[in-house]
């Protein structure tokens, strides 16, 4: 039988349950959250009798993305820690899969990828405390985002393709960048054997990539353009990640002299063919400097009025044979077979390169895209910005264009 209780043994028992309960509301207190990193708790472990384990501390997950979040921005970087305990692993997923990450020295778990717009994510957290393993769940949902304000980044050259060693590396983006140094910051370039090279930009939404020299023949080279969800300014992201690797194949430089009527066909360094041209004449003068092979065409039409020639120099051609671009203005290297009495002596075109059909085909059939043709003998220089102007920059004007300085 348990002895009756006298008035001062229960006052004593209700101020010691008061006591335990003040500890209780204590311990709750202080691991609430602020506005800020979310955190969670967990039960406690141990028994009546067990006093060491009733003030262990709780596991505490925390993240930089609070639980339950909404219109989360898709520029961030999901994070996740534990406070006392050890987080054994972190599984995030989506209606479009896992979102990949890792652990790091300190312990906590970090995304490798940003967010995706418009997306609910669930976190899961594995984690060890006094009460052993458990799973900690929470949700949260991204911006929604139109795609006016995502922007796309169109790559060239293109993955597996093998280039001219004058081949700048291209990206269009199809809505204006305006915040440049954030998206270059996540633009990479690598190439094997490493090569110094910089970024250019021309415009909000084009920006170029060479070398210091020109590639060296057999590099391989990876783009990695990781701006999926990147702030590119104005309330605009990056709408996807790009990789692309690319192979710079044999050196192959041609040279043109204006006023020789001549080109020079080197590959490797090597000399294998001096072919008579013919270039622009007066008033339609071929432009001096270094240019690159932008495009090739088996057969092309030529129409002078999409140039802006008309009048009595206008001029239609349905089938202009093993045509390749040099320039965003107009100008070509190409079979000019009316032209062949001229070639080797005067310049007669109106401002693109004409040789044989023979000595055409023949070189077609080595050229790649990204082949280099120098230019002089003329006094119209040739623009960076036209087509794959990019050589026509010193080292220094060049590295000038990027947005990191």
Not at 169 to 175: A, G, K, T
Request: net charge negative.
């Amino acid at each position: 039988m348990t002895p009756a209780l006298t008035g001062a043994s229960r006052h004593r028992r209700r101020l010691a349950s008061l006591a335990a309960l003040a500890l209780s509301l204590g311990v709750l207190s202080a691991c609430e959250s602020g506005p800020g990193t979310s955190t969670e708790q967990s039960d406690a472990v141990g028994g009546a009798g067990d006093s060491s384990a009733a003030q262990a501390p709780r596991v505490v997950v925390r993240s930089n993305v609070r639980k339950g979040a909404q219109d989360v921005p898709v520029d961030t970087l999901l994070e996740v820690g534990a406070d006392h305990g050890d987080l054994l692993g972190v599984e995030v997923s989506s209606p479009q899969g896992r979102l990949p990450g890792r652990r790091r020295g300190d312990g906590t778990w970090r995304a490798a990828e940003r967010l995706e717009p418009g997306t609910a994510y669930v976190v899961r957290a594995r984690v060890s405390g006094p009460d052993g393993p458990q799973v900690r769940e929470r949700r949260f949902s991204t911006v929604e985002l139109s795609l006016a304000q995502q922007t796309y980044a169109s790559v060239a050259p293109l993955a597996g393709e093998t280039v001219g060693v004058g081949m700048p590396v291209v990206v269009q983006f199809d809505v204006p960048v305006t915040d440049r140094a954030a998206m270059e910051r996540e633009m990479h370039v690598e190439a094997t054997p490493a090569q110094v090279g910089s970024w250019h930009w021309l415009s909000d939404t084009e920006v170029h990539y060479r070398p210091r020299d020109y590639w060296e023949a057999g590099s391989e080279v990876v783009v990695d353009l990781d701006v999926n969800g990147v702030a590119a300014g104005g309330g605009v992201y990056g709408q996807e990640s790009r990789e692309v690797a690319f192979t710079v194949g044999e050196s192959h430089v041609y040279r043109v002299d204006a006023r020789a009527h001549t080109m020079q066909v080197l590959s490797g360094g090597e000399l294998l063919r001096t072919i008579p041209i013919t270039t622009g004449k007066a008033g339609f003068t071929t432009r001096s400097g270094t240019k690159v092979v932008m495009e090739k065409y088996e057969s092309k039409r030529m129409d002078s009025e999409t140039v802006g020639i008309g009048g009595d120099e206008a001029y239609d051609i349905a089938d202009v044979q093993w045509a390749m671009r040099l320039t965003s203005s107009g100008e070509f290297i190409h079979a000019a077979p009316w032209s062949v009495g001229s070639q080797g002596s005067a310049n007669v075109s109106h401002g693109c390169t004409g040789m044989s059909t023979e000595q055409a085909a023949w070189l077609y059939a080595m050229t790649r895209r990204g082949d280099v043709v120098e230019y002089t003998g003329t006094d119209r220089p040739m623009t960076l910005d036209n087509g794959f102007g990019d050589w026509n920059a010193t080292w220094r004007e060049y590295r000038a264009g990027s947005a990191l300085g």
